[in-house]
């Protein structure tokens, strides 16, 4: 089965400061990626997600951008941080093509001061 | 209108007794349904997946599916403190990559 790596696991910044999360996976090949924010309180957003390497969908307009280098690693990045990218940042995988299952990693905390 | 609505509680139920989790979904084309459970400060976890009309049951859970009525229900027998965290209900429309999340519903089980 899979294993989803997320680093780091919390995170203090300021704002202004730049921003890059990584997720990676083990023990499968070609998953779908998936990044989501909770926010306190708050349900889950989809922020992007990836079918294959170089392919990212973005789901909301905002100063977040993603990248897939490899096939089992997905970053999430931004270049100025706003208060209001606070969240518990979540990667997520799809594994089994025709089956819809998404599993979840750790999970990143950041917040931005 | 919400795409996947939860009441979020909290719902309180004492210990050996059932909890029952509600959810309901706006699109009638949803073909597969999850249940996730998420302790406190914890990532979600993947419990009950159902893609058929009826009750799927696994342990201790059991989830209940009416895709005419649209909705999907999770059902924990015996409750015990451990499953106090939040639930949340996810749902996949035939050919899409992607889930829909409920806002999640907090469970309290009551020693």
């Known amino acids: 089965s899979q294993t989803i790596h997320q680093w780091p696991a919390t995170l203090v910044q300021p704002v202004g400061s730049p921003l890059s999360l990584e997720c990676t996976v083990e023990?499968?090949?070609?998953?779908?990626l998936y990044w989501y924010r909770q926010a306190a309180g708050r349900g889950l957003q989809l922020l992007f997600y990836?079918?294959?390497?170089?392919?990212i969908s973005s789901e909301v307009p905002q100063n977040l951008s993603a990248s897939r280098p490899q096939d089992r690693q997905f970053i999430l990045s931004s270049k100025k941080l706003l208060l209001s990218d606070s969240g518990f940042y979540l990667c997520?995988?799809?594994?089994?093509?025709?089956?819809?299952?998404?599993?979840f990693g750790p999970g990143t905390r950041l917040t931005v001061t | 209108q919400k795409e996947v609505e939860q009441n979020s509680g909290p719902l309180s139920v004492p210990e050996g007794a059932i909890a029952s989790l509600n959810c309901t979904y706006s699109d009638r084309v949803s073909q597969s349904f999850f249940w996730y459970r998420q302790y406190s400060g914890k990532s979600p976890e993947l419990i009950m997946s159902?893609?058929?009309?009826g009750d799927k049951e696994d342990g201790r859970f059991t989830a209940q599916l009416n895709k005419a009525s649209q909705y999907v229900s999770l059902l924990i027998r015996d409750s015990q403190p451990s499953d106090s965290a939040t639930y949340l209900c996810a749902v996949n429309n035939f050919g899409n990559e992607k889930l829909t999340f409920g806002t999640g519903t907090r469970l309290t089980i009551i020693p």
């Open positions: 990836s079918v294959g390497i170089g392919q």
């Open positions: 997520a995988c799809k594994v089994t093509s025709g089956r819809y299952e998404q599993y």
């Open positions: 159902i893609y058929s009309n």
């Open positions: 023990g499968t090949s070609n998953p779908n």
